[in-house]
């Protein structure tokens, strides 16, 4: 049954494309990406055969795991950070699987070295940074890459964070409005040049460059005050590509006005297709072709030749998590309740409501206990897990796909590097062999991969300087 799919309103703003990169001509292709971490997702997988037996940073390990994701052919490889671990949070951490690794930016920078097709995706909080210094470092990227690079947008703040970084506490409404004000001055400071500012240099005249082509940024806002031109030239993809992971309100109108990529969370087809239908929905608000945005729920998966040998992959997972000590429930302690009881009613926490509100319609509607909880959600964050051989891995993900739940998968591998290895072996010639991913990669940006629009430079937020004399040059 062919999908009916949202139409561009006719107030979007205009695109140009890149490399004849369009959004309207394209048959829909569906989106892979992996979320790389240093032992794999799940909280069993560091004690199992095959797992890196060290914690210690290894750019070798990371540099394998990408160069598997781009055999591959897919999308992206996204790198998280989970910045800042209070001095009075050590409590229980000889038994903690901890996200301790290179710092995203510094990693993707080595990784693009390396590869030469995968887009590269950091995350990077906007409570920490300043607007100039961030764009800066983007735009230096996605030319060291050659246009490969997404910012995974996280405006989050927890306890441990803000006391290793010295912020000041701010509610959710705060963090999303500073986060979008930020993300107006970085688009802004991309924009400042145009895109052939440096290109038409002139020995012979002794004129450098068009002094029309520079676009002085002037913001005066609530959190940022600037006045300034990017000391760097234009991306190569104008803007890198816009990630977000918002579940929440303010996530979700947040994605509906920038994101060009949203990490989602559902573990069931209805609730993937109301937040599919509902952020799509609110796009044309603000101006944007809801093809534009790729919804990309996360899913974790164990391949076996039968269902029973997937299951029992999985098992070994599960058998090996670690129930000591504190158990955290996105931000709750719950060590204090019978494991074997069910979630008590506890207030929506300040990071990551969205979510938690995901766990607790879990718990209530399969009446769940802590341990259960923590097995079908904590473990893998709230994804779908694909369990199974893998033609009936390729069929969740083509249902989902043509079923308007999904525009890909952001895939969440239980563990590395063996998980990834096999999904890039069997699923992904099995997605092909239906037609629903490529062969090989069309295009050299990661704009073009996912068939996104190229952003103009928007010329009424940013005056043109007023042109210079042109002098002759001295004989």
């Given at each position: 049954?062919?999908?009916?799919?949202?139409?561009?309103?006719?107030?979007?703003?205009?695109?140009?494309?890149?490399?004849?990169?369009?959004?309207?001509?394209?048959?829909?292709?569906?989106?892979?990406?992996?979320?790389?971490?240093?032992?794999?997702?799940?909280?069993?997988?560091?004690?199992?055969?095959?797992?890196?037996?060290?914690?210690?940073?290894?750019?070798?390990?990371?540099?394998?795991?990408?160069?598997?994701?781009?055999?591959?052919?897919?999308?992206?490889?996204?790198?998280?950070?989970?910045?800042?671990?209070?001095?009075?949070?050590?409590?229980?951490?000889?038994?903690?699987?901890?996200?301790?690794?290179?710092?995203?930016?510094?990693?993707?920078?080595?990784?693009?070295?390396?590869?030469?097709?995968?887009?590269?995706?950091?995350?990077?909080?906007?409570?920490?940074?300043?607007?100039?210094?961030?764009?800066?470092?983007?735009?230096?990227?996605?030319?060291?890459?050659?246009?490969?690079?997404?910012?995974?947008?996280?405006?989050?703040?927890?306890?441990?964070?803000?006391?290793?970084?010295?912020?000041?506490?701010?509610?959710?409404?705060?963090?999303?409005?500073?986060?979008?004000?930020?993300?107006?001055?970085?688009?802004?400071?991309?924009?400042?040049?145009?895109?052939?500012?440096?290109?038409?240099?002139?020995?012979?005249?002794?004129?450098?460059?068009?002094?029309?082509?520079?676009?002085?940024?002037?913001?005066?806002?609530?959190?940022?005050?600037?006045?300034?031109?990017?000391?760097?030239?234009?991306?190569?993809?104008?803007?890198?590509?816009?990630?977000?992971?918002?579940?929440?309100?303010?996530g979700r109108e947040f994605a509906a006005k920038y994101a060009e990529m949203i990490y989602a969370a559902a573990q069931f087809i209805e609730e993937a297709q109301i937040f599919y239908a509902d952020v799509k929905g609110r796009m044309a608000n603000h101006g944007r072709d809801p093809d534009t945005l790729k919804v990309m729920p996360g899913l974790s998966f164990a391949i076996g030749s039968s269902q029973q040998e997937a299951q029992d992959k999985f098992g070994a997972l599960e058998s090996a998590v670690d129930f000591s000590g504190e158990l955290n429930l996105m931000g709750h302690d719950?060590?204090?309740?019978?494991?074997?009881?069910?979630?008590?009613?506890?207030?929506?926490?300040?990071?990551?409501?969205?979510?938690?509100?995901?766990?607790?319609?879990?718990?209530?509607?399969?009446?769940?206990?802590?341990?259960?909880?923590?097995?079908?959600?904590?473990?893998?964050?709230?994804?779908?897990?694909?369990?199974?051989?893998?033609?009936?891995?390729?069929?969740?993900?083509?249902?989902?796909?043509?079923?308007?739940?999904?525009?890909?998968?952001?895939?969440?591998?239980?563990?590395?590097?063996?998980?990834?290895?096999?999904?890039?072996?069997?699923?992904?010639?099995?997605?092909?062999?239906?037609?629903?991913?490529?062969?090989?990669?069309?295009?050299?940006?990661?704009?073009?991969?996912?068939?996104?629009?190229?952003?103009?430079?928007?010329?009424?937020?940013?005056?043109?300087?007023?042109?210079?004399?042109?002098?002759?040059?001295?004989?």
């Amino acid at each position: 049954m062919p999908n009916q799919r949202l139409r561009q309103p006719n107030n979007a703003p205009a695109f140009h494309s890149s490399k004849d990169c369009t959004v309207t001509n394209k048959k829909r292709q569906l989106a892979l990406g992996v979320f790389l971490t240093r032992h794999g997702h799940h909280p069993g997988a560091w004690r199992q055969p095959g797992s890196a037996k060290s914690g210690r940073p290894d750019f070798n390990y990371w540099a394998d795991l990408v160069r598997t994701a781009e055999r591959g052919k897919l999308d992206t490889a996204f790198f998280a950070d989970f910045a800042g671990q209070s001095g009075d949070s050590t409590k229980g951490i000889e038994r903690r699987h901890a996200f301790l690794d290179f710092e995203p930016l510094t990693l993707t920078a080595a990784l693009a070295s390396i590869t030469s097709r995968i887009g590269l995706v950091a995350t990077v909080n906007t409570n920490y940074e300043q607007p100039f210094a961030l764009a800066r470092r983007f735009a230096s990227l996605d030319h060291i890459s050659d246009g490969r690079i997404g910012w995974n947008i996280v405006s989050s703040l927890t306890d441990g964070a803000a006391k290793s970084y010295g912020t000041q506490p701010m509610t959710h409404a705060e963090r999303y409005e500073r986060a979008s004000e930020f993300v107006d001055v970085a688009r802004k400071l991309w924009d400042s040049w145009e895109d052939d500012a440096f290109e038409n240099a002139n020995p012979e005249s002794g004129i450098y460059l068009n002094p029309n082509d520079v676009h002085p940024v002037q913001h005066h806002g609530k959190h940022f005050q600037i006045s300034t031109v990017l000391d760097t030239a234009r991306p190569v993809q104008g803007h890198p590509i816009f990630v977000q992971a918002g579940n929440s309100e303010a996530g979700r109108e947040f994605a509906a006005k920038y994101a060009e990529m949203i990490y989602a969370a559902a573990q069931f087809i209805e609730e993937a297709q109301i937040f599919y239908a509902d952020v799509k929905g609110r796009m044309a608000n603000h101006g944007r072709d809801p093809d534009t945005l790729k919804v990309m729920p996360g899913l974790s998966f164990a391949i076996g030749s039968s269902q029973q040998e997937a299951q029992d992959k999985f098992g070994a997972l599960e058998s090996a998590v670690d129930f000591s000590g504190e158990l955290n429930l996105m931000g709750h302690d719950v060590s204090a309740y019978p494991l074997d009881g069910p979630l008590p009613d506890l207030p929506d926490p300040e990071n990551g409501k969205g979510r938690w509100r995901q766990l607790t319609a879990l718990a209530r509607r399969e009446n769940l206990s802590i341990r259960q909880l923590f097995l079908r959600f904590n473990a893998v964050r709230g994804h779908r897990v694909a369990i199974g051989t893998p033609i009936q891995i390729a069929d969740q993900i083509q249902d989902w796909f043509e079923r308007d739940a999904a525009d890909g998968f952001n895939l969440i591998p239980p563990l590395l590097p063996s998980s990834l290895t096999e999904f890039v072996d069997q699923v992904v010639p099995e997605l092909q062999r239906r037609g629903l991913f490529r062969t090989e990669y069309e295009g050299t940006t990661l704009r073009e991969h996912l068939h996104l629009p190229r952003p103009q430079i928007a010329r009424e937020a940013v005056p043109k300087a007023q042109p210079a004399p042109i002098l002759a040059p001295v004989s």
